[in-house]
Nanobody, 118 residues
Framework: QVQLQESGPGLVKPSQTLSLTCTVS??????????WGWIRQPPGKGLEWIGY????????YYSPSLKSRISISRDTSKNQFTLQLRSPTPEDTAVYYC?????????WGQGTQVTVSS
């Protein structure tokens, strides 16, 4: 069974880049037809899709509302994928989740709280 674990700073300043890493175990991020992505949930709001990277690493999809500020990349040697969000604002404060989807099912990490504040 695939397991995912988010990691990164819990507090980010608006002048910094919000960077989160998802470490995958129990499966490979290069497994055919699997997708690796991020969602978030701001306080008091619903879930928001951020984006994903595919199993080949050559295809990414980003939410149109965040596209100008985000990038998702991967490190196959570490079986990790990373979210970077530039110029964060307090509106980016949320619980961030990484997840995977494919023929084997859909899995999510437990989530990590990120607060953007000066």
């Amino acid at each position: 069974q695939v397991q995912l674990q988010e990691s990164g700073p819990g507090l980010v300043k608006p002048s910094q880049t919000l960077s989160l890493t998802c470490t995958v175990s129990g499966g490979s991020i290069t497994t055919d037809y699997h997708y690796w992505g991020w969602i978030r949930q701001p306080p008091g709001k619903g879930l928001e899709w951020i984006g994903y990277i595919d199993y080949s690493g050559s295809s990414t999809y980003y939410s149109p509302s965040l596209k100008s500020r985000i990038s998702i990349s991967r490190d196959t040697s570490k079986n990790q994928f990373t979210l970077q969000l530039r110029s964060p604002t307090p509106e980016d404060t949320a619980v961030y989740y990484c997840g995977s989807g494919g023929l084997g099912g859909i899995y999510w990490g437990q989530g990590t709280q990120v607060t953007v504040s000066s």
